[in-house]
């Protein structure tokens, strides 16, 4: 309840007992890669590879090794094991929720045995953020905004406290990797802020730092020097080509704007902001997708992986910029009858469509069937399969599903106001394209329904509302319609627990061979599993 800072275990185990806890060398390096090939790819924290030879040091000696590096490699074992495909950790003698706990356990304990409020270090900062992230992807189960809000606020104060936020330039002593490392963590800390600050609605706490991004170069221009220190070569980096660093670089320059309108939208105190100011905005969030589609091309004889790193990010990017799009126009599209609400609807509507776009091709659909967004279409790398496309970026979905699930409720009161206006080259009328991404939308819904009670009641309201929406035009027909979307939230529950085999008492949550592929319940939160359906 309390993770990180909490104890369940009345003894708690020795460092070598947690050591000796973890699965073979090939599991352990396996779901390391697993990390690095999924949340590192937006949420960077580390150069891979001075911490592939961190590890390496482990091996050799893993009695001589600090609680706060142990902490940081749990973390990114319990995160690895939650994106990891389920062959890795068959023939462990644990399942992958039980392989979870044991290191999320195993973290909390380690991390409380670090000096974490005496002596900080980038290792405390970033396994911090790692916290923070496996509260945001429910690697920790029943998390609430409210636990993640507290938790970003001791990660972003102890960063400053540290001087992250600061330009390296007052530190001429510091080395230029440890600099480097500290501008990564700094950005990820940031986009970790503005994401919990969109989710709970509050202020984004970053306000105040004069940082340089991170050097726009590849994890290859990194070398450790015959003495010993990693050192990095700068010499050809160039703003025009992309690199692993570029995402950052990017991430660096849009986030003041974002943290403006995050900031100003979210203030108890201040009044709803003239209409000037969220045109102005709107002009500026505009050039950034244009530039995100550029800065990202991939050509397409380039390696799979590294295209669907860059189109990862250029989506990312994507999710924030219309993210905060809807929050600057939607309060201004409650009146048809005002001037200002025909360029905030269109806005509200254009935003919706592609965030639910993106949902759509991180899922796996097809993209060259997708009716979403020639942007968002456009995006997704036509040589991979959808299976490939939903296995690297499924984490991704459940990181962003508040913003995919706002997306759906804008559309639909977009929907609501009976007008959508204009008409598109394939003669579709755009209300029924509409319907047809709400659709689709509830639909992938359903399918992660199952993965945690968060994911459930976000699935039961956007089933409530567009059923109501359904319903609308015909009201003999509402109770009708609100008793078959009773039935479905009855059988997508049914499904879950029809589909797992238990042990003893309890839930091993092995997935039974005849699992329905309409509804992915990997993992099913208990409370789902002990809910009695009347």
Partial sequence: MNFPFSNTCPIPPSQRDIVSQLPPRQVVEALVTCYFQT?????????????????????????????GWLAQLLMILAIGCQNAPDYLITHTGRSQSQWIEVFLEGAQISFGRSPYMTSPNLTTVRTLCLMVLARMLEVVKGSTSNQI?????????????????????????????????????????????????????????????????PFNVNESDFRRSEQGTWEVDTLYAGSYAYTDGLFQVKLAQLMPLIADIVSTVNSPSQPLVDYETVLSWDKKLRPKLKEVE???????????????RAMAQRQLIEV???????????????????????????????????????????????????ICSDSSRSSSPSSSSSDDQA??????VDLCRDDFDTAMLCLILTMRKDNFGGTRSDDMPPRDIAWTVLRRGLMLFRQRACRSLHHF???????????TLQALGHPAAMLATMMQVADDVEQTVLAGKQDFMWMENTPNLLVHPSLSADVSLLDMDPELLNMHIQ
Wanted: with cysteine.
């Fill in 294 to 308: 550029s800065a990202f091309s991939i050509r397409p004889h380039s390696r799979t992986d590294r295209h669907r």
């Fill in 39 to 67: 949340c590192e790819v937006t949420h960077r924290l580390f150069q891979p590879l001075q911490f592939w030879d961190e590890l390496n040091a482990f091996w050799s000696s893993r009695d001589h090794v600090s609680d």
């Fill in 391 to 396: 296995s690297f970026n499924g984490w991704l």
């Fill in 457 to 467: 009641k976000q699935f039961v309201g956007l089933s409530i509302m567009a059923g």
């Fill in 149 to 213: 809000v507290s938790l970003m606020g001791f990660v972003t104060r102890l960063a400053m406290s540290m001087q992250l936020h600061r330009t390296a330039k007052l530190f001429p002593a510091m080395p230029s990797f440890e600099a480097e490392l500290r501008r990564r963590i700094w950005v990820t800390i940031q986009l970790l802020d503005v994401d919990v600050a969109m989710r709970a609605g509050t202020s984004f706490l970053c306000t105040e730092f004069d940082a340089e991004p």
């Fill in 320 to 370: 924030l910029v219309h993210r905060a799009k809807l929050a600057i126009h939607l309060a201004f599209t409650r009146s048809p009858y005002d001037e200002r609400f025909e360029p905030s609807y269109r806005a509200v509507k254009e935003s919706s469509m592609a965030l639910l776009g993106i949902q759509e091709l991180w899922t796996g659909s097809d993209p060259a069937n997708s």
